[in-house]
């Protein structure tokens, strides 16, 4: 397998675009003016981020770059209620829960997770219900 971090991340966001009824977005929230509204309510969405990998509890004779390493993806399920936000969270876990890119280990679900609200002048105020996975991987050329 070669390294490309880049396109791993670019295939789970299309795989959770393809998957989920919401717009799947990469890094931030949208700006206000590409937010889809809905009987004058915005639709909900997901936000997914990704971590720095780091080196799993593997270790290789090869050297480093057969180690174990990991990545974490936070998928953020962002609503106008906190009802609506878990249930889109739920979807979340059930459909990335063991996804496994080409190449790569399965997603698996880490703890975590508590909701939270956001609150902005210039945003509606949102609810947003956090899923954390972890998928492993080495590097081998």
Known sequence: MTFE???IRADI???AN????QDVVRGVFPEPEDI????NTFAPYVVARFGD???GGGRSFAGARGDQYYIMVDFMAVAASPTIAEQVQSKV??????YKPLGFGELNKMPGGAGFTVI?????TVFVAPASFR???NILN
């Open 5 to 7: 971090l880049e396109q």
């Open 13 to 15: 966001v299309a795989y």
């Open 18 to 21: 393809a998957q989920l009824a």
């Open 36 to 39: 889809v509204w809905v009987n």
């Open 53 to 55: 990998m780091a080196q």
């Open 93 to 98: 876990i059930d459909v990335m829960l063991g």
């Open 120 to 124: 902005s002048e210039q945003r509606p």
């Open 135 to 137: 998928m492993s991987f």
